[in-house]
């Protein structure tokens, strides 16, 4: 069964760095796309990174040479390096997987990010 969880949330100021971790179960990377989304309060859910299956990334002009998308087949896990975090990258961060072939999308819950001093 297809599982995404994150975690690696938390209270950074500005200007700081957080990496989070999304564990995955049941996702083959072979055959999904994988992204990184946020949604703040008010506002809709925004991609931040996303992933193909052969590796090829992409990043919106917002976060562009900030954030780092990469994952590990070994270990089950998706990664978001966010570096030079802003106030404005507050938000709830979502994992995500969609079957490239079937075009389902399976989300993890959420980890929030607060960025102030």
């Known amino acids: 069964q297809e599982a995404l969880v994150e975690s690696g949330g938390g209270l950074v100021q500005p200007g700081g760095s957080l990496k989070l971790s999304c564990k995955t179960t049941?996702?083959?990377?072979?055959?999904?796309?994988l992204a990184w989304y946020r949604q703040a309060p008010g506002t809709s859910r925004e991609l931040v990174a996303g992933m193909k299956w052969d590796g090829t990334t992409n990043y919106p002009d917002s976060v562009k040479d900030r954030f780092a998308i990469s994952r590990s087949g070994a270990k089950n896990t998706l990664y978001l390096q966010m570096d030079s975090l802003k106030p404005e990258d507050a938000a709830v961060y979502h994992c995500?997987?969609?079957?490239?072939?079937?075009?389902?999308?399976?989300w993890g819950q959420g980890t929030q990010v607060t960025v102030s001093s």
């Open positions: 049941g996702i083959a990377y072979i055959e999904h796309n």
């Open positions: 995500s997987a969609q079957d490239r072939f079937t075009g389902r999308t399976y």
